[in-house]
């Protein structure tokens, strides 16, 4: 079933947690001041030494598993949150379906929002690229060039922390897949919510396929 508002999506039609997801990535780490981040999620802190806070935007492709959708995520890491192991808020998201929207929400409290993608170069190891739309506007570009493929099927697992009714909601994820470092160029519209990525280079890149991903375990 096709669903146009993911407020439309009844609770029955949301597949349960754990998420498991398959397809393609591609990642980015960014450093830029904290101030100038949009502000974080209420009762959240971003990680930040002098001043400066850490970026990760996430370019995906998920085309098997629970469900088949694209995405673009920005996470940025928080602290006071208890936890050892990586943990991120996701500050900013959209998803092309809007099953996967109302249950990011639902499950989660993940602010997902819909937007329009085009994202090509998902099946193989090359390039990969995309955009995305939002009301028939590009507000965000991606093209990666690989350059050198990693051993094995890295991997790396961490916690997503949200704001809930009753107190943070923190989730598990893992992901795991071919890997490949390279340059990643992003163009994002100035006046569009990621405007404050603009004119900046992230740190370092790099390219997932044959990704298996779970979350909410």
């Known amino acids: 079933m096709s ?16 998420w498991h997801l398959s397809g393609s990535a591609c990642a980015s780490l960014w450093r830029m001041p904290t101030s100038q981040i949009p502000a974080a999620p209420q009762g959240m802190q971003y990680a930040s030494v002098a001043g400066n806070s850490l970026v990760l935007t996430v370019w995906a492709a998920y085309t098997g598993g629970t469900a088949i959708y694209d ?15 990586m943990t991120g808020t996701v500050a900013a998201i959209w998803v092309d379906d809007p099953i996967a ?5 639902q499950l989660w409290n993940i602010p997902k929002q819909m937007a329009e993608f085009e994202t090509v170069g998902t099946a193989h190891r090359g390039t990969f690229a995309g955009e995305m739309l939002l009301d028939g506007q590009q ?3 991606m093209t990666f060039e690989p350059k050198l493929e990693l051993p094995g099927r890295p991997g790396i697992g961490g916690f997503v922390v949200q704001p809930g009714d009753h107190g943070p909601v923190r989730t598990r994820s ?25 004119g900046r280079r992230p740190l370092v890149s790099a390219r997932v396929w ?4 779970s979350f909410g375990t």
Not at 210 to 213: C, D, G, P, T, V
């Open 139 to 141: 507000v965000a570009s």
């Open 174 to 198: 893992r992901a795991r897949g071919k890997t490949m470092t390279g340059s990643a160029k992003w163009d994002f519209a100035p006046a569009g919510p990621l405007g404050f990525l603009v």
């Open 71 to 85: 995405e673009l995520a920005v996470v940025v890491p928080v602290r006071g949150q208890g936890m050892l192991a």
């Open 101 to 105: 929207c109302a249950g990011g929400r």
């Open 210 to 213: 044959e990704l298996q991903a």
């Open 3 to 18: 669903y146009q508002d993911p407020a439309a999506v009844a609770a029955a039609d949301i597949p349960p947690a754990p």
